[in-house]
């Protein structure tokens, strides 16, 4: 548990209600050890409006999370009456707390003194005892619609968290700080984090910098020791090569300096934009070498006078980038680089080049009434063609709850359209100028195809990218799905030197990019599919939801695991969030068969077979959707249509048996039990 918020320093001290959100959730003021209402659910109400600190929050919006299985005049009711058991804890404070309006509920700001808010604004240098529990510990499992929403939530504080730390590191390195001042913000940093290697490198380096080249290595060996029980990973080249300069075993001895920024974060650091000029005839050239796309989203235009056309519009464009920066593939410029191009109209060409980038998102904001007009284009720089417009109109309800909506909207959109360019781009290259990249795309195309003869080759082109580029993270992990998929297709002539690759591959990935939620998502699969390791794959796969929140993969893979474990309330959930994240993605399939895994886990077999039959449709030669579906079938009463299931399966897999499959499938007991019965009601070969 953390140490509790000092209070800031008040001429005239009134009294104030000090909320913590991390670990057991707390609230008390000096009137009042404890101010917290008895029920849970009116817990979280409290803990809801903490988390808008002080913004308003329909009603609507609160009954949908917490009541969300109920009709909604109960949902309503059963809101009134937390609102009144709260009205009650909460008056022993001794200050006015909870503002209760006809149709929105929000805490007076001015009254309240909330830990979180300390972390998000402490100023640069300001020691903060940063948290290491996890936000709302005792709040979870209330009902689905919030329990997600508090995973997002989680999620999304423990990223902003991360890189207020990552950022005061660099501070301290940049400022020649102390070496102890380095040495506890790395503390702070792997308190949350064990696997941080930057951080690692940072201590080592700063204790040689004291002179103290023994407990230097002690800690390369801690960190060692961390790699190897967490990821199944050796530290990487860079932190080996740090070892051996201490023990004087490199050929070189160059003086030992504060670790560098990481390089995309310098080149958006160090980033400057000319002045506005006239187009020029020759422009600079985009590097499309890079390993990622690349996009800019700019300010978001909307008239003077508009305040909730402006507003809308700064907040779309803050979430945007936000949503965009968590996807993993995609490298995002900042807002404050981008705030800069405020001139409209802009060549997208100009900008691109001036930004070394490959699209440009813009877009306008105007009210007319009661409803507003929402236009957004995604542009490809190089030619200055639009690869995407959309125009929309929308009634202006809840300001808030629009933004996130429209939000989650643009980038489940845009993202795709990025991709598929991307991918359209590569296929028109010559073999001959092809970079990782574009191999990683063309691989990963051929392997959602689940056809044999294009599954090997997308193993070959993944193979390539990584001669092609060693350092690449990206065509690793994905190399290591390959390897999965080739174990759960039952294609694999070695599963033992499969499931060995898959492990060394994600590993491999994460010491080269160690907060990549792709990585971070497929190292959990690879633990919970080939080792059954489901508490190292949940560390990894929370990991990757905080990391990247708008990842649809590590959903969809949180998804997986969750089901094999007989949690089918949240596989679907996950598998819901990551198909509306990525609705185009070439994998979509295999999320689908996701929420069918889910509902057959939870027992809800018509919602299974449905979701079965649509990714069946999706793509008819993915196995393990083909066997969930034939025992939901079973448990349908349907043998016919089970039994056609179980044929489909032998037709891909001419060699399978129940007794190889129930040896290696990632189930758990309870469930691997029933599901052999079922399948072999539907007519698999023993």
Same mark, same amino acid.
């Given at each position: ?6 209070l800031p320093a008040r001429e005239q001290r009134a009294p104030v209600v000090q909320f913590s959100l991390f670990g ?177 490198? @940072? ?26 029980? @967490? ?79 402006? @507003? ?108 598929e360019n991307e991918l359209a781009r590569a296929r028109r290259k010559p073999p001959s100028s092809l970079t990782a ?49 080739n174990l759960a297709q039952g294609w694999s002539s070695d599963p033992a030197a499969d499931t060995a690759a898959a ?184």
């Amino acid at each position: 548990m953390m140490s509790s918020i000092a209070l800031p320093a008040r001429e005239q001290r009134a009294p104030v209600v000090q909320f913590s959100l991390f670990g057991r959730f707390r609230v008390w003021s000096d009137a009042a050890p404890d101010l917290l209402p008895r029920t849970r659910k009116s817990r979280a109400v409290l803990a809801i409006l903490a988390l808008e600190g002080g913004r308003p929050v329909r009603r609507t919006r609160i009954a949908g999370l917490l009541w969300d299985r109920v009709p909604e005049e109960q949902a309503r009711n059963s809101l009134r009456q937390a609102v009144s058991e709260l009205t009650n804890a909460l008056r022993g404070a001794g200050v006015a707390v909870l503002d209760a309006r006809r149709d929105d509920l929000r805490l007076h700001a001015d009254a309240c003194v909330i830990d979180l808010a300390a972390f998000e604004n402490a100023a640069p240098g300001e020691r903060v005892a940063w948290p290491q529990a996890a936000l709302l510990e005792d709040l979870g499992e209330l009902a689905p619609a919030f329990d997600q929403w508090l995973h997002g939530e989680r999620a999304r504080i423990d990223r902003r968290l991360r890189e207020r730390m990552e950022a005061e590191i660099e501070r301290l390195c940049r400022a020649d700080s102390p070496p102890e001042q380095r040495i506890a913000a790395a503390r702070d940093l792997l308190a949350r984090d064990a696997t941080h290697e930057r951080a690692w490198r @940072l201590i080592i380096r700063s204790l040689a910098d004291m002179g103290d080249t023994g407990q230097a290595l002690r800690e390369y060996i801690a960190c060692e020791t961390a790699l190897r029980r @967490l990821l199944d990973a050796a530290p990487s080249a860079e932190t080996r090569a740090l070892r051996d300069l201490l023990r004087g075993t490199s050929p070189a001895r160059p003086a030992l300096a504060p670790a560098p920024i990481p390089q995309q974060r310098a080149r958006a650091l160090a980033m400057t934009v000319p002045a506005r000029a006239p187009v020029a005839p020759a422009l600079a050239p985009i590097d499309h070498n890079q390993r990622q796309a690349s996009i800019a989203v700019l300010p978001f235009a909307a008239p003077a006078g508009q305040a909730d056309a402006i @507003l809308l519009a700064n907040g779309l464009v803050e979430g945007v980038i936000h949503e965009l920066s968590g996807l993993g593939d995609l490298f995002v410029i900042g807002r404050g680089t981008s705030l800069a191009y405020t001139q409209q109209p802009l060549d997208p060409r100009v900008v691109g080049a001036e930004l070394g980038v490959r699209y440009i998102l813009s877009g306008s904001v105007s009210s007319s009434g009661p409803r507003l007009r929402i236009f957004n284009e995604l542009i490809e720089t190089v030619g200055g063609s639009v690869v995407r417009a959309d125009r929309r109109n929308v009634a202006l309800d809840d300001l808030f709850d629009l933004q996130d909506t429209l939000t989650a909207e643009i980038v489940s959109a845009i993202a795709p359209s990025v991709r598929e360019n991307e991918l359209a781009r590569a296929r028109r290259k010559p073999p001959s100028s092809l970079t990782a990249y574009d191999l990683l795309l063309r691989g990963l195309d051929r392997m959602s195809w689940l056809e044999p003869t294009a599954f090997a080759e997308a193993g070959r082109l993944l193979r390539r990218g990584m001669e092609l580029d060693p350092g690449f993270a990206a065509v690793r992990s994905h190399a290591a799905t390959w390897h999965n998929y080739n174990l759960a297709q039952g294609w694999s002539s070695d599963p033992a030197a499969d499931t060995a690759a898959a492990a060394r591959l994600a590993g491999e990935a994460l010491e080269r990019d160690h907060n990549d939620a792709v990585a971070l998502a497929i190292q959990g699969q690879t633990l919970s599919f080939t080792r059954r390791d489901y508490s190292a794959a949940r560390h990894f796969l929370d990991r990757a939801i905080s990391v990247g929140p708008s990842a649809s993969l590590a959903w969809t893979l949180s998804s997986t695991t969750h089901g094999w474990t007989g949690d089918g309330e949240s596989a679907v959930a996950h598998a819901m969030r990551g198909l509306r994240l990525s609705p185009r993605d070439p994998f979509a399939f295999f999320t689908e068969h996701m929420v069918s895994q889910g509902h057959y886990v939870a027992g809800d077999f018509d919602e299974a077979v449905r979701w079965g039959r649509k990714a069946f449709a999706s793509n008819p030669m993915l196995t393990s959707n083909l066997r969930t579906l034939a025992a939901a079938l079973v448990m349908q009463g349907e043998i016919d249509a089970a039994r056609e299931m179980a044929a489909q399966v032998v037709k891909l897999q001419p060699d399978f048996s129940l007794r190889r499959f129930l040896a290696r499938t990632p189930f758990s007991q309870s469930i691997r039990d029933a599901h052999g019965e079922r399948l072999r009601l539907a007519g698999l070969p023993s």
